[in-house]
């Protein structure tokens, strides 16, 4: 969606965060993300200057966008999360290339991020040796803040949902 609105190819568009759950939820971020524009690096909003569109439309299309896929094909997004699986086992192999890293669902457990532990939840990693790595050091603004939260109470009421049906079972 960057690279469509800002006329370049995806390839240009680096560093967009999907923090916490696949759901609704889910926050894509880019607050960190850097576009190539004119053979010059520089952050997406800078390039946007549209503030209103990156907080509003283009969270809500991305949050919806599985819904949509389903909607419009009036068939199942497995294709999609199998693109998603292909992505992610050729980021492990080949690791992330310097200053660049990807989003990958991961145990939260010790994150610098203050995500509560025990939750499968999506950050931005490093991949180096088919190792990842959480990027550590990222500022978060508060209205980032909030929605890694929102995802992340909603992640763990599903452990909690998930844990009642298997002590009942």
Request: proline share 3%; with cysteine; net charge negative.
């Amino acid at each position: 969606m960057i690279a469509l609105k800002l006329g370049v190819t995806s390839d240009d568009v680096k560093n967009v965060i999907i923090w916490g759950n696949h759901s609704s939820t889910q926050y894509p971020d880019v607050s960190h993300a850097k576009v190539k524009l004119h053979g010059k690096e520089v952050g997406v909003y800078d390039a946007l200057k549209d503030d209103s569109w990156l907080k509003g439309e283009f969270i809500t299309t991305v949050q919806q966008r599985g819904a949509a896929v389903i909607k419009a094909r009036k068939l199942s997004s497995a294709m999609s999360a199998a693109k998603a699986i292909c992505d992610h086992v050729r980021d492990i192999w080949f690791g992330t290339p310097e200053g660049e890293f990807v989003s990958m669902g991961i145990i939260s457990d010790g994150n610098p991020y203050g995500i509560p532990d025990d939750l499968l939840y999506s950050f931005p990693v490093t991949i180096k040796n088919k190792t990842w790595k959480v990027v550590e050091g990222l500022t978060i603004n508060d209205f980032s803040r909030e929605k890694m939260d929102l995802t992340a109470k909603e992640l763990a009421e599903e452990k909690e949902t998930a844990f009642e049906f298997l002590s009942s079972a």
